[in-house]
């Protein structure tokens, strides 16, 4: 259990957060795994104990969520190279930072999207609150 909630509660929250991104849907390109795209691109792999997301434009910076949790985050088979990491959502990892690490890949998937596939900016007036 991960702040008293439970590893399908945690991963049913992360799952929520990312499709709540504007613009996100889920696919599931390959037999057993589920992803959030935004565009045609994904911003996050989505596991019960643990989620793949783009930490960083580089692997240097990325590395910052490897020293920080030595046993909790690792680099992502394949594509880590290009700054992605394994976080694993019932661990060391506050449960405050999931969300913002799936945000931060969102923001950087997104950036790399050309301008006329990019989704619209959220109006923050309009905004959700979180629960």
């Not at 696919?27 to 783009?54: H, M, N, Q, R, Y």
């Not at 680099?75 to 990491?85: F, S």
């Not at 969102?106 to 790399?112: A, I, Q, R, T």
Request: net charge negative.
């Amino acid at each position: 259990m991960v702040d008293g909630r439970t590893g399908r509660e945690v991963a049913d929250r992360l799952r929520a957060a990312a499709l709540g991104l504007p613009g996100a849907w889920e696919d599931s390109p390959w037999d057993g795994d589920t992803v959030a795209k935004v565009g045609d691109k994904i911003f996050v792999f989505l596991g019960g104990a643990s989620i793949g997301v783009k930490c960083a434009r580089s692997r240097a910076e990325a590395d910052e969520w490897l020293h920080r949790y030595p046993d909790d985050a690792t680099v992502m088979a394949y594509i880590g190279r290009h700054g992605w990491n394994t976080l694993r959502t019932t661990g060391a990892i506050g449960a405050d930072e999931l969300p913002e690490a799936i945000e931060t890949s969102y923001e950087l998937v997104v950036s790399g999207l050309p301008r006329s596939r990019r989704p619209a900016p959220v109006d923050p007036s309009r905004a959700v609150p979180a629960d």
